[in-house]
């Protein structure tokens, strides 16, 4: 069961989505809030799988909510669910640490399969969102490919490329015929050279420098 909590300082919208939730089979809501305070000290209490979240709310928005929760040991994955479509909003969630981001008027299914998607450790972003994400990304790693990409090895190169196909360590190691041990080392090598919060973060910016779907282009 994924354990799901649901905070929003309107009482209806909590509503609706913990009932929506309920009503899956293989989904629990432990747990609900007004606001970002008190998401804290449900996460502080209560184990919490994804933790779905407004932005705009009183005494604490969802924002700072997010960046006090990354900062702590077993933080849940964080979907944000907001009335609200502006690019800095969307940039601010996801440098917060954010696994997610949809609008409150997306379809019942594209919400559940977003909490889904983020308790498997992927990332969700609505469509009228991503143009802006990905613009700054590919802004922010212009140089990147210049510096710290052209700093890998031709085999972190390889694997960078495999992560952000979405391939599993074994599957990697299956493909390249080494060690999944070395697929790690691999892994953990690319997250410290590239300033990568998490394999999420790899798989992102393996598409914006153009090694996501692509066969491996010589250097």
Do not use: W, Y
């Not at 909590?5 to 509503?15: E, F, K, T, W, Y």
């Not at 305070?37 to 979240?53: I, K, N, P, S, W």
């Not at 212009?142 to 992560?163: F, H, K, Q, S």
């Amino acid at each position: 069961m994924i354990r799901v909590a649901v905070v929003d300082d309107q009482p209806l919208m909590v509503s609706a989505f913990a009932a929506l939730i309920r009503a899956q089979p293989d989904m629990l809501v432990v747990g609900t809030g007004a606001n970002g305070q008190e998401a804290l000290r449900l996460c502080e209490h209560t184990a919490v799988d994804v933790l779905v979240m407004d932005v705009r709310m009183p005494v604490m928005d969802g924002i700072e909510a997010t960046r006090l929760l990354v900062e702590r040991v077993g933080t849940p994955n964080i979907l944000i669910l907001t009335t609200f479509n502006t690019d800095q909003l969307v940039l601010d969630a996801v440098a917060a640490g954010a696994r997610g981001f949809l609008l409150k008027d997306a379809e019942p299914d594209i919400v559940l399969s977003g909490i889904r998607a983020i308790h498997r450790g992927e990332a969700v972003v609505s469509p009228q969102a991503a143009p802006a994400l990905l613009d700054a990304l590919r802004h922010e790693r212009t140089n990147a490919r210049g510096t710290a990409i052209d700093a890998l090895t031709n085999r972190e190169i390889e694997v960078l490329r495999l992560v952000g196909q979405g391939l599993t360590n074994a599957e990697i190691a299956a493909h390249l015929v080494i060690a999944q041990t070395t697929v790690k080392t691999h892994v953990g090598s690319l997250l410290a050279k590239l300033g990568a919060r998490d394999r999420v973060a790899l798989a992102i910016l393996a598409h914006t420098v153009g090694l996501g779907g692509d066969p491996l282009s010589p250097r």
